[in-house]
């Protein structure tokens, strides 16, 4: 059974500070994904990873950033939080290859203020 | 690049009703259309999928019909019931060995479904 876990199911931070938000997968993915998850504009795509070391901008990468230095672990940070980052964080992986299913965590409610 | 457009964004049915929700897509490159369900407070979890070869597929009360030509696809839900309530999401994407981003889903934004007892 996949299992996708992210470090806080809700959090609270102030305008400027430095917000990690921690994914981890025990399902050995090759493929893992940072989404935000608005109400009306669907899960928009960060970030991704298709190997340790590897990422990749999505489709709205600015004030994030992303580390990936374990296969199972993928970090999203935002250097300096602002209200506009306020959102639903989901991480996803998946296997690489043809196999397509992704698989989400719980995600992560960040409240900035 | 892809787009993929999600219709209608509510839907309200009576319990035993059927729902339909569509989706059409930009990229005829195209060929795996996953459906994805989130239920309140909860993660998505895929409930159904196709790939291009495929014009249908059922799995017990929920299908999936594509139409390559047309570019678009539709998730059925025969018999509704309350516990169908929740948020759908069609997504599309390429084939992962076209490599780099283009094996991203896209993801439509979303149907939020109810169902009245």
């Known amino acids: 059974d996949v299992k996708v876990t992210q470090s806080s199911r809700y959090l609270v931070k102030r305008t400027g500070e430095k917000v990690f938000l921690e994914c981890v997968q025990d399902m050995d993915h090759e493929n893992m994904f940072w989404y935000r998850q608005d109400p009306g504009l669907g899960l928009r795509l960060i970030y991704f990873s298709y190997d340790v070391k590897m990422k990749e901008k999505g489709d709205i990468p600015e004030g994030y950033s992303v580390s990936r230095e374990k296969k199972e672990r993928f970090s999203l940070i935002l250097e300096s939080a602002s209200t506009n980052q306020t959102s639903m964080y989901l991480c996803?992986?998946?296997?690489?290859?043809?196999?397509?299913?992704?698989?989400f965590g719980p995600g992560t409610r960040l409240t900035v203020t | 690049g892809e787009n993929v457009e999600q219709h209608p964004s509510t839907l309200s049915v009576q319990e035993g009703d059927s729902a339909v929700i569509k989706c059409t897509y930009s990229?005829?490159?195209?060929?795996?259309f996953p459906w994805y369900k989130q239920e309140l407070g909860k993660r998505p979890q895929l409930i159904i999928d196709?790939?291009?070869?495929?014009g249908e597929k059922k799995d017990q009360r929920i299908a999936v019909t594509l139409n390559k030509t047309a570019k678009h696809f539709s998730l059925h839900i025969t018999e509704t019931q309350p516990e169908d309530s929740a948020v759908y999401f069609c997504a599309a994407s390429r084939d992962l060995n076209y490599g780099g981003s283009q094996g991203n889903l896209i993801f439509g934004k979303g149907t939020k479904l109810s169902v009245k007892p």
């Open positions: 196709i790939r291009s070869n495929v």
């Open positions: 990229d005829s490159a195209s060929n795996y």
């Open positions: 996803a992986s998946r296997v690489g290859g043809p196999i397509y299913e992704q698989y």
